[in-house]
Nanobody, 122 residues
Framework: QVLLVESGGGLVQPGDSLRLSCAAS????????RGWFRQAAGKEREFVAV????????DYSDSVKGRFIISRDNAKNTVSLQMNSLRPEDTAVYYC???????????????WGQGTQVTVSS
């Protein structure tokens, strides 16, 4: 089993940047695809970004494409989400997830972190 812990959330202004990190422990980290999802208050959880096991394949939701960058460091057992040009509509709890395949579907992931709050407001 993989244990995931997110960090890096906070309150920022529109246009600012923020970097989220997700530390993994437990089963061999590098065998898992890793995803970021978010859930705004009163809304369904939605896909944000995914990266495959060696970092060679990434995918993003249309709403964050060109602004967010997902990356991973298998030596440090971490995956990061660099969020640039943040907008109020990016406000949500952000979750990292681990699964066996690259997917935009939340039910493809077997391990989830506890989430970190990102608030974008002036």
């Amino acid at each position: 089993q993989v244990l995931l812990v997110e960090s890096g959330g906070g309150l920022v202004q529109p246009g600012d940047s923020l970097r989220l990190s997700c530390a993994a422990s437990g089963r061999t980290f590098s065998t898992y695809a890793r995803g970021w999802f978010r859930q705004a208050a009163g809304k369904e959880r939605e896909f944000v970004a995914v990266i495959n096991r060696d970092g060679g394949i990434t995918d993003y939701s249309d709403s964050v494409k060109g602004r967010f960058i997902i990356s991973r460091d298998n030596a440090k057992n971490t995956v990061s989400l660099q969020m640039n040009s943040l907008r109020p509509e990016d406000t949500a709890v952000y979750y990292c997830a681990a699964g066996i395949m690259v997917s935009k579907a939340g039910n493809s992931y077997s391990a989830w972190g506890q989430g970190t709050q990102v608030t974008v407001s002036s």
